[in-house]
């Protein structure tokens, strides 16, 4: 099956689901990769600015996950950048972001995040939030 954010694995024929992690942090990149473990997700890493948008149009994610206060990769230009394109600007995006950071908050909201996250929400909750996106039922942050 090759619907939107999904990946059919010719080896095994499981249906994986693509999620993009913009991350550079590797304890959150960590967590990311232990609570989406395969079988069922596959995960893509950007490693650059531009990975983010190459990497979406290419793997045609089921959700992109952003570190708003990561300062490698500039979530606030990949978020304008996703939702300035009609073929991405409908990829649910999953952010988290320091707690105490109301104006990092109140932009990814007014750029289209579909939800954020503080930090430890999303250490303690990886899976269960993309899972969330992933079938829709997202209370708006």
Known sequence: MNTPGHLTDKTDQIDKTTILVAITDLFFYTKV?????QPDYQL???????????????????????????????????????????QLKGIPTLAFANHEEVDTWN??????????????????????????LMAGHVVKS
Not at 33 to 37: M, P, S, Y
Not at 110 to 132: M, P, W, Y
């Open 33 to 37: 990769r232990d609570a989406l473990r």
């Open 44 to 86: 893509e890493k950007a490693r650059t600015q531009q990975d983010i948008v190459d990497r979406a149009l290419s793997a045609n994610p089921g959700v992109i996950i952003f570190d708003m206060n990561d300062l490698t990769l500039n979530a606030f230009q990949a978020l304008e950048k996703l939702k300035a394109d009609p």
């Open 107 to 132: 932009r990814a909201k007014a750029l289209g995040v579909t939800k954020i996250v503080s930090r430890n929400e999303f250490s303690a909750r990886t899976r269960a939030l993309v899972e969330e």
